[in-house]
């Protein structure tokens, strides 16, 4: 199973971004899809989340201005990032869960079990 993000650089506040995730080893179309980032000194967050039925869920802090989407044919999961803030500067990296959902029956995010290398993306003010 390999997840494969791109897409990151740098940009100007207000910018846009889209970021890609490519994934090969397993069916695409029976995962859910997080992407998730890292800014320094800050621990890891969830952005947004896919379903397998493309249901999607957002930090509070990108709604708005985030949009996933997926193309399955594609084997690819995208993060359209807009309006972006020097506060989204961070490694952004896409992982899958084994399960086709974001939150779990109790209503807790999915630990990812699969992880790819991330992509930075540095917004300037």
């Known amino acids: 199973v390999q997840l494969q993000a791109s897409g990151g650089g740098l940009v100007q506040a207000g910018g846009s971004l889209t970021l890609s995730c490519a994934v090969s080893g397993f069916t695409l179309d029976w995962y859910a899809i997080g992407w998730f980032r890292q800014a320094p000194g800050k621990e890891r967050e969830r952005v947004s989340c896919?379903?397998?039925?493309?249901?999607?869920y957002y930090g509070d802090f990108v709604k708005g201005r985030f949009t996933i989407s997926r193309d399955n044919a594609k084997n690819t999961v995208y993060l359209q990032m807009n309006s972006l803030k020097p506060e989204d500067t961070a490694v952004y990296y896409c992982?899958?869960?084994?399960?086709?959902?974001?939150?779990?029956?109790?209503?807790?995010?999915?630990?990812?079990?699969?992880w790819g290398k991330g992509t930075l993306v540095t917004v300037s003010s």
């Open positions: 896919i379903s397998s039925s493309s249901s999607t």
């Open positions: 992982a899958a869960p084994e399960a086709d959902r974001c939150y779990t029956k109790s209503g807790a995010e999915y630990d990812p079990d699969y």
